[in-house]
């Protein structure tokens, strides 16, 4: 009953809309061979597209900042896949998933890789959610010792 028109009930923006936010910027700035943070930078405060969370931001400045470590893992973790052959939107949901695996402390690790799973099963293909939930899974189940030398 909310009359802000605010998402969920005049209350904050959710973390799944987050997430699936971070990954559409994050897509977006790979297609257009630009920084996502810029991307991101030009958008937040605009009154010509929806809001953006802190999460949001959080995530996609994370993301870019731990990226060549993020890509390492998923070249190393995604059998039979170099980071070329991978869709683009699987790629990015791959980053958000690994990001939140390893950094965000407050993501409990199974929650990390239903949430990267459901975001692919939103975007991308029919056979985006098996391959993200494959590679986020190996990865997760050595998360600890990663998070001990990363």
Do not use: C
């Amino acid at each position: 009953m909310s009359s802000t028109g605010s998402p969920k009930r005049g209350g904050p923006i959710g973390r799944r809309a987050s997430r699936k936010r971070a990954v559409e910027m994050l897509y977006e700035a790979a297609q257009r061979d630009s920084d996502a943070v810029t991307l991101l930078a030009g958008r937040v405060g605009s009154t010509e597209v929806d809001p953006i969370s802190d999460y949001t931001v959080s995530l996609v400045e994370g993301v870019t900042t731990r990226r060549e470590q993020i890509d390492e893992l998923l070249a190393e973790h995604a059998q039979g896949w170099s980071l070329d052959r991978m869709p683009p939107v699987d790629l990015a949901v791959l980053r958000v998933g690994v990001y939140e695996l390893l950094w965000a402390a407050d993501v409990p690790d199974p929650v990390a890789i239903d949430e990267a799973v459901g975001i692919a099963k939103e975007l991308s293909t029919d056979d985006s959610p098996r391959f993200v939930n494959g590679v986020l899974g190996r990865i997760g189940s050595i998360a600890d010792r990663l998070r001990a030398v990363l």
